[in-house]
Every structure is written in structure tokens, then in C-alpha cells.
């Protein structure tokens, strides 16, 4: 079946633009999430949705990034009036819910931001 | 903020050689996950290892979790070209379903 499929693959804007990232998870996968690595680094948490269930946001950097999805699917991180430090590759994955701790994350391919 | 350190950061062998790789963490757990990232993109899941497990094997790959010491190896016997990638581990909090990714292993295989 599909996997997990961001778009676009990549972006590159002016400093003080804002710019939307989409993701489209897998069908049936109710937790999603959206991660930020910089060049050589680990994945940093930015939030997560579950269900319906108001969302993790304590990972957003500023309140220039938020993050909605709708009807329980897709999804769109939106960074508002970009800076040059938020150049980086976002990574979306999306995951079923189970009791017991986190399950297996599908990832997406990651569109990779560039701010000039 | 990153719960998961990766040690090394960077591995080079030779094809045929076993890579171990090995993963700090800080807080109480629910699962330790191995993940594998060719080229900076999507990560691709290796094997999850639960709290109350010691060791688990998947194909070439071997994980061990040792609770009390709160750390995790990855084992990749016989290695090939193809398994050059970076390799995190990734914790869930006991109190959280989030995943704290690592730094990496920047894993090289020579051909």
C-alpha cells in the first residue's frame, strides 16, 4: 500500500515568506507527527496528533510554526515569516495507537527547506 | 530535547565486519526503536525492542536493551555496501507515545 508522502520535496523561499508543508499519512494510522533535522543532526520533535485528541505542540521552536490536520488525515506544518535558521529537512511519519508505548513510525520522504 | 546519544558517531569497516553501534538514554521507557536514514531522508524502521526485553533479532541485526544501565546496541554482522547509513535510536517516555531521536551513527561500509 501507499506510504507516507509529503510534498513538496522541496522548498526554497525568501527570508520572511511563509511556507506550507503537507503530509498524507498512511490510511487507518490515527498518531502522526512532524520532526526537523538539520544537516548532520538527530531528529528534533516538533508535534503530534492522536486521534482527536488535542495535539502535542511542545516541540514547535516559535509561534511562528504551527501545525493542523484535518479530519483526522492529512496534514500541514505552516511556518510563518521563515528565518534562515529554519532551513532544515521536515520529516512527517504517521504510526497506529496502541497501549503500551510508541509503535513503528512510517516516515515520509521529507521536503527539504532552503531560506535564502 | 534529545534523550537518546549514539555512540559512535561515525563507523567505518570493511564488508564482511560486524558494526555495533550503542544508545544512552535518560528517563524510564516504554520501547527502544532502531531506525536507519539513507541520504538525509525518510527514515526507514530496523526493530523496536520493549522494556521488558533483553535481546531481539531481525535477519543481520541484533539489539540488546539493558534497563538498568539504561543503553542499547545494535549489532549488524556481516555487513555489505548497502547497510552505509546513519543509525538513531529512538526512545518513547514511560508517560508519553513521542519518540527522542539521537545524533546518529554515521555508519561506512568499504567495499
Known amino acids: 500500500g501507499a506510504g507516507v508522502s509529503q510534498s513538496p520535496s522541496n522548498k526554497v523561499t525568501e527570508k520572511g515568506k511563509d511556507v506550507e508543508l503537507r503530509c498524507d499519512p498512511i490510511s487507518g494510522h490515527t498518531a502522526l507527527y512532524w520532526y526537523r533535522q538539520s544537516l548532520g543532526q538527530g531528529l528534533e520533535f516538533l508535534i503530534y496528533f492522536q486521534g482527536n485528541s488535542a495535539p502535542d505542540k511542545s516541540g514547535l521552536p516559535s509561534d511562528r510554526f504551527s501545525a493542523e490536520r484535518t479530519g483526522g488525515s492529512v496534514s500541514t506544518l505552516t511556518i510563518q515569516r521563515t528565518q534562515q535558521e529554519d532551513s532544515a529537512v521536515y520529516l512527517c511519519?504517521?504510526?497506529?495507537?496502541?497501549?503500551?508505548?510508541?509503535?513503528?513510525?512510517?516516515f515520509g520522504p521529507g521536503t527539504r527547506l532552503t531560506v535564502l | 530535547s534529545q534523550q537518546g546519544e549514539e555512540d559512535p558517531q561515525a563507523l567505518s569497516i570493511q564488508e564482511g565486519e560486524n558494526a555495533t553501534m550503542n544508545c544512552s538514554y535518560k528517563?524510564?521507557?516504554?520501547?527502544l526503536q532502531w531506525y536507519r536514514q539513507n541520504s538525509g531522508r525518510g527514515l526507514v524502521h530496523l526493530i523496536l525492542?520493549?522494556?521488558?526485553?533483553r535481546e531481539k533479532h531481525s535477519g543481520r541485526l541484533r539489539v540488546t536493551l539493558d534497563t538498568s544501565k539504561k543503553s542499547s546496541s545494535l549489532l549488524i554482522t556481516a555487513s555489505r555496501a548497502a547497510d552505509t547509513a546513519s543509525y538513531f535510536c529512538?526512545?518513547?517516555?514511560?508517560?508519553?507515545?513521542?519518540?527522542?531521536f539521537g545524533a546518529g551513527t554515521t555508519v561506512t561500509v568499504r567495499a
Open positions: 529512538a526512545t518513547d517516555d514511560a508517560n508519553d507515545y513521542k519518540l527522542s
Open positions: 511519519a504517521s504510526s497506529l495507537h496502541r497501549s503500551g508505548g510508541a509503535t513503528e513510525q512510517f
Open positions: 525492542i520493549r522494556s521488558n526485553e
Open positions: 528517563t524510564s521507557i516504554n520501547n
